[in-house]
């Protein structure tokens, strides 16, 4: 039997290989159709019970296995394997496209909205219901039949475009390595780092050490190398991915201005101005000016605190370290070093503190005194031996839920950090499928015989993508369409993930998931304090370069003709609104902006701040009632991650706050107030 079509508990990883995925794919879309044709013929009045279950049954199979090979086809990736599903993605797309599309599907779903007694449905099938008919309109299914054809040739030459983007900045990352024999060069760099760089190149039967672009080597070599030109050398190959200063394979300049030509048609053809008022149509965020305010008046808030951040790092280099400038290539550098000499510790310092057993029994105890669960390591078949499982237990020790957690960087596997949806919650006759997930890093991995060491920035990282599993995990909707992320606006969906950073700035919480990797120590208060002192240490200018790409993201797909404009041009314009330092003719960071080329995130990248808002006044009221309060911690979870998308996310906020979202918490944690 293909292991993709076993849906009796969890993915055969071991089982599955390339060829399994296209035979898989095909099997389930013919009996999706099949199934399809049966409920578009039904006699009679659809109910929930003729016609969405059977509907949800058909689609989630599909979904299932085709979340299996996509996240195989993100961390286990082979030519033969993104040959499989490149095969495959334009049969699942048309599919689900189709679907959105069927007129006697749509009738059935408008019956049911104008059937008697929908006013009393419970909350949760009106709001799936009431979503559908929104998404029918948003998938063409109201167009004349040639613009519904035009329609479904757009996504299916979207999504494929989108893989080809995805696959172009993995392979330019994978392809570049800068070998160093000159031991000199490194200075500075982390022995650590520098451990990994030597086993890379003896890997290759090189000498000396082997550099990448994979984040847990890039990263501190930017900020630590005191080699100027090393880091030079290293942040063109980053900003210079995937773009045509590189290999022409991998260009992904022609990719992107065709994709915003399809996203800006197809747009038109369902009667908005922009793609970006598609974007918005199912998010909270009304229009594309309520963005763009939103976006400038933070902007105004935070860009004196981010200029003032940048004068003194260059006041810093000028008078410490003998800088006649600081370039792009040397901020992280200078940074660290004023960071270092203002507060006295260093990542890496701090980093000694956080082996991996210690930040996952920390970040379990914190979850469980707020949340009342507890989560323990299970057996079950993996796609990497670097990947563990663990399983959720609620209060009287029944599963809520599971989890894969893949924290290692490597070859073949996409960069970043994200979650993603194996097995949803629903109810299926007396019983209830319980969620699973995968949570996925790219942290170093052990080595020289040492655990993983975790940076603060890592913590943090492994604290908000676990925020992203607790909403998928907890959720106690058992109506599939709305239960844990499903049905949530996009803005709303990182007010968990961020809401749970918070955590990782309170001492109760820090210092009982501490352990020096030597001699076993928690960390010391005083280290603790610094590291408080520090945290807004340039937040500033990280404040608005996440702006910056919110600002680029919503123009794009806003007020921008990809056909004879240029979109560095526009991310100039916007650079000189809101950026506090220049960057180099040569940077070509669209080309790798994976979030909204790749990722679900067009005309949507703003929501990072827009839930920032939410997220940080959520974590008011826990600073109100005590970090770990039990009773604070039920509330959110009954009020925010129990209801997933079975009602607005606003009325969940107002719910668990008592009021509206205020915007001064936000600013507060940020450091951005008037004593700041």
């Known amino acids: 039997m293909n292991p993709l079509l076993d849906f009796s508990d969890l993915p055969r990883f071991s089982d599955v290989r390339p060829e399994h995925v296209e035979p898989a794919m095909d099997q389930l879309i013919a009996e999706g159709r099949e199934a399809i044709e049966r409920l578009a013929t039904l006699k009679g009045a659809p109910t929930w019970e003729t016609f969405v279950e059977p ?91 040639a613009d519904k054809a035009r329609f479904l040739e757009i996504q299916e030459e979207l999504a494929k475009l989108g893989s080809r983007f995805q696959d172009n900045v993995l392979d330019a990352t994978n392809a570049f390595g800068l070998y160093v024999t000159d031991r000199n060069e490194l200075s500075g ?168 057993e210690a930040v996952l029994a920390g970040l379990f105890r914190v979850v469980g005194a707020i949340f009342g669960v507890t989560i323990r390591e299970a057996r079950a078949e993996a796609y990497h031996p670097e990947v563990r499982f663990h399983e959720v237990l609620d209060a009287d020790g029944r599963r809520v839920g599971r989890f894969y957690l893949d924290l290692y960087a490597r070859e073949g596997k996409r960069g970043g950090a994200w979650m993603a949806q194996a097995v949803d919650r629903r109810r299926l006759g007396a019983r209830v499928q319980t969620p699973v997930t995968f949570l996925t890093c790219n942290f170093s991995a052990p080595v020289g015989g040492k655990p993983a060491l975790f940076t603060h920035r890592e913590v943090s990282t492994l604290f908000h993508e676990f925020g992203h599993g607790l909403h998928q995990l907890l959720t106690q909707v058992d109506e599939l369409g709305v239960s844990g992320l499903n049905g949530v606006e996009w803005d709303a969906v990182e007010l968990p993930s961020q809401f749970m950073e918070n955590f990782i700035w309170q001492w109760d919480v820090v210092e009982p998931m501490t352990r020096h990797v030597d001699h076993g120590g928690r960390m010391p208060r005083a280290l603790f304090d610094k590291l408080v002192a520090a945290k807004n240490f340039q937040s500033g200018m990280g404040f608005v370069r996440q702006i910056e790409l919110g600002l680029f993201d919503m123009r794009l797909h806003c007020d921008f003709e990809p056909a004879r404009q240029d979109m560095l041009r526009l991310l100039d314009e916007v650079r000189r609104e809101v950026a506090v330092y220049p960057q180099p003719d040569y940077h070509r960071f669209p080309h790798h902006f994976m979030h909204i080329f790749a990722g679900g995130y067009a005309a949507g990248y703003y929501s990072y701040k827009w839930a920032e808002v939410l997220s940080s006044d959520a974590f008011g009221a826990f600073e109100e009632r005590g970090v770990l309060d039990a009773e604070t911690g039920r509330r959110f979870h009954r009020e925010v991650l129990a209801r997933g998308g079975s009602r607005p996310a606003l009325d969940s906020f107002v719910a668990f706050r008592g009021r509206k979202p205020q915007i001064d918490a936000l600013l507060r944690h940020n450091g951005m107030t008037a004593s700041a």
């Open 55 to 145: 509907l949800d049954d058909a689609n989630e199979r599909l979904g299932r296995a085709w979340s299996q090979a996509s996240h195989l086809n993100a961390v286990v990736n082979t030519p033969a394997l993104r040959e499989a599903y490149n095969a495959a993605l334009p049969k699942v797309t048309q599919f689900f496209a189709e679907q959105g599309q069927e007129p006697r599907l749509h009738a059935a779903f408008k019956a049911l909205a104008a059937s008697p007694g929908f006013a009393q449905w419970p909350e949760p099938r009106r709001r799936f219901v009431e979503n559908q008919l929104r998404d029918f309109r948003l998938s063409g299914a109201e167009l004349a039949p």
């Open 189 to 356: 760099i982390p022995e650590d780092v520098l451990a990994t760089a030597a086993g890379a190149a003896v890997k290759e039967g090189r000498e000396g050490w082997k550099l990448t672009l994979h984040q847990p080597c890039y990263g501190p070599v930017m900020q630590y190398a005191d080699h100027h030109g090393l880091r030079e050398r290293m942040f063109k190959a980053n900003f210079t991915r995937a773009s045509e200063l590189g290999p022409e394979k991998w260009d992904n300049g022609p990719l992107m201005r065709r994709i915003l030509e399809l996203r800006e048609e197809g747009a038109r053809l369902l009667g908005y101005q922009c793609h970006a008022e598609v974007s918005l149509a199912p998010k909270m965020a009304q229009s594309p000016a309520e963005v763009l305010q939103f976006l400038r008046d933070l902007a105004r808030r935070a860009k004196p605190f981010a200029e003032r951040d940048m004068q003194q790092l260059r006041e810093f280099a000028r008078n410490e370290l003998n800088m006649a400038e600081v370039r792009a290539c040397d901020v992280a550098y200078v940074g660290e070093k004023l960071r270092q000499r203002r507060y006295a510790f260093s990542d890496q310092e701090v980093k000694q503190y956080f082996p991996e």
